[in-house]
């Protein structure tokens, strides 16, 4: 599991500070997906486990920097890295 900060959003039942990327598909030449849920600040998920796409122009984008999947995941989500 990897986890990242975002700026806190509200969920239920406590406010979501972090979003934790797991389980990244690829269909090579197209796009890739993951799963991700958000978490509290005490590390309790808040969130049920959803799955979130890159378009084809982000996975053109996204290269080898996973840095570029993680930030177009939150985007497309219309969260913000903190």
């Not at 378009?55 to 913000?80: H, M």
Request: charged share 15%; glycine share 4%.
């Amino acid at each position: 599991m990897t986890r990242y900060n975002i700026q806190p959003v509200n969920a239920f039942p406590a406010q979501a500070t972090q979003i934790d990327i797991t389980d990244v598909r690829v269909t090579l030449s197209s796009t890739a997906d993951c799963q991700y849920f958000l978490v509290d600040a005490d590390g309790n998920q808040v969130s049920p486990a959803s799955r979130c796409a890159l378009t084809e122009a982000q996975y053109a984008a996204w290269g080898n920097d996973d840095e570029v999947f993680v930030n177009a995941i939150i985007s497309n989500l219309g969260l913000t890295r903190q």
